[in-house]
């Protein structure tokens, strides 16, 4: 059990990236006051949290409404995190990770970005749902209560990081989210492999 929820921790603290939100909220919500931004990091963790939350207590239905297989989808699912972890590792974002910082200053949101880009896709992103599938998927109540309270943890502390994210930003520079993003991405390249051979050795065996 304690390395369910040390996997579970580590691979969603990894695929939603608290601190490497930091610098693209700071750099969506420029020009906007302390309270502004305060009330778009609490209003876009909670929409990011309920949208992983409705996945986490419904994934099984909705695979078995879709007939997709628990094992297809931890392989689907793996792969898609392999992909994660490469573009965290070579920095070569294909669709899966959040956005450069200069290409979020790029684009001007003159709507609420509460619920995009900040909910979806940069907290509860393909990568995040994929990960909430792959453990709550088959598992017992008991086990999904569990995993719940570990993202919940894990939303905690990026809400966290959106609330410092100036000072974050400062703390970290490029440099150093550049060496921890690589580092990590690494980790997420083991976990998503392990996925992969699960899938394939439940299915073979089943």
Same mark, same amino acid.
């Given at each position: 059990?304690?390395?369910f929820l040390f996997n579970? %921790?580590? !691979?969603?603290?990894?695929?939603?990236?608290?601190?490497?939100?930091?610098?693209? @909220? &700071?750099?969506?919500?420029?020009?906007?006051?302390?309270?502004?931004?305060?009330?778009?990091?609490?209003?876009? *963790?909670?929409?990011?949290?309920?949208?992983?939350?409705?996945? &986490?207590?419904?994934?099984? &239905?909705?695979?078995?409404?879709?007939?997709?297989?628990?094992?297809? @989808?931890?392989?689907?699912?793996?792969?898609?995190? @392999?992909? $994660?972890?490469?573009?965290?590792? %070579?920095a070569s974002p294909r669709?899966?990770?959040?956005? #450069?910082?200069?290409?979020?200053?790029?684009?001007?949101?003159?709507?609420?970005?509460?619920?995009?880009?900040? #909910?979806?896709?940069?907290?509860?992103?393909?990568?995040?749902? =994929? !990960?909430?599938?792959?453990? *709550?998927?088959?598992?017992?109540?008991?086990? *999904?209560?569990?995993?719940?309270?570990?993202?919940?943890?894990? $939303? =905690?502390?990026?809400?966290?990081?959106?609330? $410092?994210?100036?000072?974050?930003?400062?703390?970290?520079?490029? *440099?150093?989210?550049?060496?921890?993003?690589?580092?990590?991405?690494?980790?997420?390249?083991?976990?998503?492999?392990?996925?992969?051979?699960?899938?394939?050795?439940?299915?073979?065996?089943?």
């Amino acid at each position: 059990m304690s390395e369910f929820l040390f996997n579970a %921790f580590i !691979t969603l603290l990894v695929v939603v990236d608290p601190p490497g939100l930091a610098p693209v @909220f &700071a750099a969506l919500t420029r020009g906007y006051g302390p309270k502004r931004r305060r009330e778009a990091a609490v209003k876009g *963790t909670l929409i990011g949290a309920g949208i992983l939350l409705i996945f &986490a207590l419904v994934g099984d &239905a909705l695979l078995g409404a879709l007939g997709i297989s628990l094992d297809a @989808f931890r392989i689907a699912g793996g792969v898609l995190l @392999f992909i $994660l972890a490469l573009d965290m590792v %070579f920095a070569s974002p294909r669709g899966l990770h959040a956005r #450069s910082v200069q290409q979020q200053e790029e684009d001007e949101y003159a709507t609420d970005i509460t619920v995009f880009p900040l #909910s979806i896709p940069l907290i509860a992103g393909p990568g995040a749902i =994929a !990960t909430v599938l792959l453990f *709550t998927g088959g598992a017992a109540p008991a086990r *999904t209560a569990l995993f719940i309270g570990v993202l919940a943890a894990v $939303l =905690a502390l990026t809400l966290v990081s959106l609330l $410092l994210a100036p000072l974050i930003t400062r703390l970290l520079g490029e *440099t150093g989210a550049n060496v921890l993003s690589r580092v990590l991405g690494v980790v997420v390249a083991a976990l998503a492999v392990q996925f992969i051979l699960d899938g394939i050795r439940s299915g073979l065996l089943g």
